[in-house]
């Protein structure tokens, strides 16, 4: 009966669509459904890469917006993104994204939830690897996040890491030793914003 | 328990499909390719390690979706392996290493069915499926993934895994009664220091190699009573990630002990090359000399790319289960991407 189970499994994994496409995902989106929108019943999951939406010409697109170019090792075309569509009943309420980004010690996980205007709801770190890492996952830091928007992160100029005014510009570094980190942060929120943007609305704007 | 078990679990597999459309809304391939080759002093030109062969394979990673969400998963990971140091008529061999489904029933709650991890130790934890290092689980069960079913989950502070599988590996059967039941609760994978309390207790058969088609040979058809407990942990601080995990329990009623701990240094300027330093032991008779199996393993990882990978690695053998000490050096071509 076993095998029978197993072959049915096989050959309809075989037959059904399929894309290519790889998730820089979340490790429990169970979990972290549930506390980030309590209210919520499910979520659909999304798989996309760069290069299957868009290619070089997007990434270019992506890169202007952003301010900055992509690393070779975290953010080429094939990277995978997967976005998460939070529902109450059939009705979306929400999203979530997550990308890599690079620190000062190896990669920082970014994970933004947002409102259907995109608006941060909440920010968190999957992963991060600074010996700082308490006060950058601390409630008192990512506070400051909430209720931003894509709008005011374009008032954050990457290279110079200057502000032009706005609610970026007032954001502590409660960090002490991992300014680095804390720049990380602002680039990775950035670029997850402009993405979500996309995947969500098919242009860059 | 058994044919209990088969029903229900094709009951499951019936209702999933009856609950929606017979197509993944969301699908994830990747092609996989493994080059492995070095030099030992003990068995001079190897094209293996202990684990891996020469491969290669793909990985089919499925969502299942209706109006409400998510409620199905699908992985399929199979690798057609060839292993020198086989005979030209047993050298070749497909691998199933992973063949499940997760079904969620809520979000505290989800069945596993199919060809997975035990839930014991470091293993269920990381991905070793391509890498020269790896945990304790070969030495500890004999196999990483074995045939059955599951049920995990997740609470905010902590996550639990529990499995009942056949005790068989990559082989689907069952001989003298075996089967297999582990379970693990630990904090989440998000901390940077986590840790995990394992137990197991079932009758394991111990196989030649590692085959799913044609099956890999029994080593005997007794089946072995396991009785385990275990730790584990992690802890990523700046650029190192320290590995942790011991086993003890018994072979019968022989007292077994294991343990491994590793650090990995990733450097900071270059990011996609790392530094790993592995010591890992098993002894399968407490006080008995001779009986232990400890292993040094230096190594190094380099990321071209998103998709292809660089390793090296030195190991040295102190005992090997009375044959004599071993030295190896590796180097592998790694493949995994869309």
Redesign the interface.
């Known amino acids: 009966?076993?095998?029978?189970?197993?072959s049915?499994?096989?050959l309809?994994?075989i037959?059904?669509?399929?894309?290519?496409?790889?998730?820089c995902s979340l490790?429990?989106p169970?979990?972290d459904?549930?506390?980030l929108f309590p209210e919520s019943?499910?979520?659909?999951?999304?798989?996309l890469?760069l290069k299957e939406i868009g290619g070089q010409p997007l990434l270019n697109s992506i890169e202007k917006k952003l301010g900055d170019k992509f690393d070779?090792?975290y953010e080429?075309l094939?990277?995978?993104y997967a976005y998460y569509t939070i529902?109450k009943?059939?009705d979306p309420i929400g999203y979530i994204h997550g990308v890599n980004q690079?620190g000062?010690?190896?990669?920082l996980q970014i994970v933004l939830a947002t409102d259907l205007k995109q608006n941060i709801i909440s920010f968190y770190?999957?992963?991060?690897?600074?010996?700082e890492?308490g006060k950058f996952r601390s409630n008192e830091f990512t506070a400051q996040f909430k209720g931003l928007t894509l709008a005011d992160f374009y008032r954050y100029n990457i290279l110079d890491n200057k502000f032009s005014d706005g609610p970026v510009a007032k954001i502590v570094d409660y960090s002490t030793n991992s300014p680095e980190d804390f720049r990380a942060t602002l680039r990775g929120i950035k670029k997850d914003l402009i993405l979500l943007d996309y995947f969500l609305h098919g242009q860059v704007k | 328990m058994f044919k209990k078990c088969n029903i229900f679990l094709s009951s499951l597999f019936i209702l999933a499909i009856l609950k929606a459309p017979l197509l993944a809304n969301e699908s994830l391939f990747y092609k996989e390719a493994n080059l492995i080759g070095g030099y030992s002093n003990r068995d001079h030109w190897v094209g293996k390690s202990n684990d891996l062969t020469n491969a290669v394979g793909f990985e089919d990673y499925r969502k299942f979706s209706n109006d409400y969400g998510d409620y199905l998963t699908t992985d399929l990971q199979v690798r057609l392996a060839y292993d020198s140091m086989q005979n030209s008529h047993n050298a070749w061999g497909i691998q199933v290493h992973n063949a499940w489904l997760l079904y969620k029933m809520n979000y505290a709650a989800k069945l596993r069915v199919g060809h997975f991890d035990p839930a014991f130790g470091l293993e269920p934890q990381l991905d070793t499926h391509g890498t020269i290092l790896q945990t304790l689980m070969m030495k500890n069960i004999g196999f990483k993934k074995d045939w059955g079913v599951g049920l995990e989950g997740s609470f905010s502070k902590f996550d639990y895994k529990t499995a009942l599988q056949l005790g068989s590996g990559m082989g689907i059967r069952r001989r003298d009664d075996s089967f297999l039941l582990t379970s693990r609760v630990g904090t989440p994978a998000s901390q940077n220091f986590q840790y995990g309390l394992s137990f197991l207790y079932g009758r394991v058969l111990e196989t030649e190699d590692m085959k799913t088609i044609p099956q890999d040979k029994l080593l005997s058809d007794q089946a072995i009573l396991k009785k385990r407990v275990g730790l584990d942990s992690q802890y990523l601080f700046g650029p190192y990630l320290f590995k942790g995990e011991v086993a003890y329990g018994e072979n019968d009623s022989k007292k077994v002990l294991g343990y491994l701990g590793e650090i990995d240094y990733t450097i900071p300027k270059y990011q996609n090359w790392e530094l790993e330093l592995q010591f890992q032991s098993w002894i399968n008779k407490l006080g008995e000399n001779s009986s232990a199996d400890s292993t040094l393993t230096l190594g190094t990882t380099y990321k071209l790319n998103q998709k292809t990978t660089l390793r090296a690695a030195f190991s040295h053998d102190f005992n090997n289960m009375n044959q004599k000490e071993e030295s190896k050096v590796l180097l592998q071509f790694y493949y995994f991407g869309v």
């Open positions: 009966m076993l095998k029978l189970l197993f049915v499994l096989f309809f994994s037959y059904s669509n399929s894309f290519a496409a790889v998730g490790d429990d169970d979990r459904v549930k506390r019943s499910g979520y659909l999951t999304k798989f890469t070779v090792v080429d094939d990277v995978p529902l009943g059939k690079k000062k010690f190896g990669v770190y999957q992963r991060i690897s600074s010996p890492s």
